[in-house]
């Protein structure tokens, strides 16, 4: 695999991937049944065990 000279990457490459990120994410989440398995992951995370070891 090749080296990749962050400094080459423009910083509106970033802010672009950010922003599809943000929005992927808040689409993601907008769906109940999301919302619902992230706070059992959060449960389970709290006590320790995860159904994805």
Known sequence: M???NQ???PA?????LGRMLC???TEYF??????REFE????E??????SND
């Open 7 to 9: 400094a080459e990457i």
């Open 30 to 35: 907008a769906d109940p049944q999301h919302q």
């Open 23 to 25: 929005d992927a994410i």
């Open 40 to 43: 059992e992951w959060k449960r």
């Open 2 to 4: 090749g080296y990749i």
């Open 45 to 50: 995370q709290e006590k320790g065990t995860s």
């Open 12 to 16: 509106y490459t970033g802010l672009s």
